[in-house]
């Protein structure tokens, strides 16, 4: 089964399967990984980057997706390419000697999931290829609002809009008052509704980020929350992704929780 990802971004790891060359890891960042793999193993006259050029056949073996921009995501591999030079993964030791490249990545990746401003983020680490498959070790698994997932997955089309189209795709519900501060809703771009079929809650953004944040007062982003109207537990990324008209991957993510927001774009890595 493939699972499609409206707005994806991604960041993946490919793995060299040439004798000559076995082992070795490539990180990259692609916004369609069926496409990207194959323009890596046609080389760079196909589009492919200059350090898999020639030393394919390489395999697409783990995608880390969910961002909420490609800014994020291009953030987030230059720090799996350079994480010694990344301030946030300072408390990384460098590769052992025993330590493979693939160990090593794993390794890498698995701080990287646990540490601000990645660890609100409403990521999913999943694994293209089994038999690559590798798990946490223990104290670094990652947060529980980010899910381990398996099996394909797919950029999904969307369909173009006309210019003066509403860039949310949400069913439409009434501007109405604001939940939380209860003023009139004048810009509903700039609002969120729950997701749950009998809830009409809408709500500012920055309110509901509000709201969502008295319990974590010193941080800048949401991860989950009470929505004010239907007391359910509902996560961040899944009314960004609802925001946004992304309903493919909302169950998949809404069952093992994530977060997400634009506001990730303006902090510092």
Wanted: proline share 7%.
């Amino acid at each position: 089964m493939v699972v499609e990802v409206e707005n994806f971004f991604g960041v993946y790891m490919l793995y060299c399967t040439n004798p000559k060359f076995k082992g070795r890891i490539y990180i990259g960042f692609t916004v369609n990984p069926e496409r990207r793999i194959g323009q890596h193993n046609g080389g760079r006259q196909r589009g492919g980057a200059k350090r898999t050029s020639g030393r394919g056949p390489w395999e697409m073996v783990l995608i880390v997706h969910g961002f909420p921009s490609d800014i994020a995501a291009l953030r987030f591999e230059w720090a799996w390419q350079h994480p010694h030079s990344s301030r946030r993964l300072s408390h990384v030791s460098r590769k052992s000697k025993r330590e493979s490249s693939l160990d090593f990545h794993w390794r890498v990746l698995s701080h990287m999931l646990r540490v601000a401003p990645w660890s609100r983020l409403p990521l999913t680490a999943r694994w293209l290829r089994q038999e690559y498959r590798q798990d946490f070790q223990p104290g670094l698994e990652p947060p529980l609002h980010m899910p381990v997932a398996f099996g394909s997955v797919r950029a999904k089309k969307t369909s173009s809009k006309d210019p003066g189209e509403e860039h949310s795709r949400s069913p439409e519900r009434p501007s109405g008052r604001c939940r939380v501060c209860r003023k009139k809703i004048q810009m509903p771009a700039h609002s969120l509704s729950c997701f749950h079929p009998t809830c009409t809650m809408t709500s500012h953004m920055t309110c509901l980020a509000q709201e969502f944040l008295k319990t974590e007062p010193t941080h800048l982003l949401p991860v989950e929350g009470t929505c004010p109207s239907c007391k359910n537990q509902v996560l961040w990324g899944s009314l960004i992704r609802y925001k946004k008209g992304c309903y493919g991957d909302l169950e998949e993510i809404t069952s093992a929780s994530a977060s997400q927001s634009h506001w990730a774009d303006d902090l510092q890595l």
